[in-house]
T-cell receptor, first 110, second 115 residues
């Protein structure tokens, strides 16, 4: 079937530690992936994207890794801060539509 | 910055009413999308549009229609609202087809309650 899913619905991380949010996708033909962050009461906000011809892409404090062999995507957030508390969605481009996973809530521990 | 504006943050409508959700973007984007977001189900695509007067069904179009008379405006219509359409509705726009590598930018969302 078609799905973009996340391994864990909730992730708790100590402030200052690195966070890793994982995502599995099932469609090997997908060629473009995006991570979004959604804070409470707001719409999803673009964080970082990656094309299928890349394995890794870095932004400011965030890194996305793509493993096409096992159809796995991850978002790494360095030095997690209270402002990183949100729901994170991975999304894939399929047939020119952006299809979202169900989301992972990142909870920051003081 | 891209700005996607949804006309209402909160709406309460009665079952059977015709409901219009409006979305406007100010960056001359070609593509516009409507999603609904429900707990445990994530974002699901209802309809999208690549151009004026053009529309395509998403994954859950039943009970909805859309209108794109102008490039900057994409309306979602609930012909006869039902309680199972109570949800958060999110509008998005993107410059190019998602396949070319352009992510979508979202509005703040409209929380619709149908009673």
């Amino acid at each position: 079937g078609e799905s973009v899913g996340l391994h864990l619905p909730t992730l708790s991380v100590q402030e200052g530690d690195n966070s890793i949010i994982n995502c599995a996708y099932s469609n090997s033909a997908s060629d473009y992936f995006i991570w979004y962050k959604q804070e409470s009461g707001k719409g999803p906000q673009f964080i970082i994207d990656i094309r299928s011809n890349m394995d890794k892409r870095q932004g400011q404090r965030v890194t996305v890794l793509l493993n096409k062999t096992v159809k796995h995507l991850s978002l790494q957030i360095a030095a997690t801060q209270p402002g990183d508390s949100a729901v994170y969605f991975c999304a894939e481009n399929r047939d020119d539509k952006i299809i979202f996973g169900k989301g992972t809530r990142l909870h920051i521990l003081p | 910055d891209v700005k996607v504006t949804q006309s209402s943050r909160y709406l309460v409508k009665r079952t059977g009413e015709k409901v219009f959700l409006e979305c406007v973007q100010d960056m001359d984007h070609e593509n516009m999308f409507w999603y609904r977001q429900d707990p445990g189900l994530g974002l699901r695509l209802i309809y999208f549009s690549y151009d004026v007067k053009m529309k395509e069904k998403g994954d859950i179009p039943e009970g909805y229609s859309v209108s794109r008379e102008k490039k900057e405006r994409f309306s979602l219509i609930l012909e006869s609202a039902s309680t199972n359409q109570t949800s958060m509705y999110l509008c998005a726009s993107s410059l190019d087809s998602p396949g070319t590598g352009r992510a979508a930018f979202f509005g703040q969302g409209t929380r619709l309650t149908v009673v």
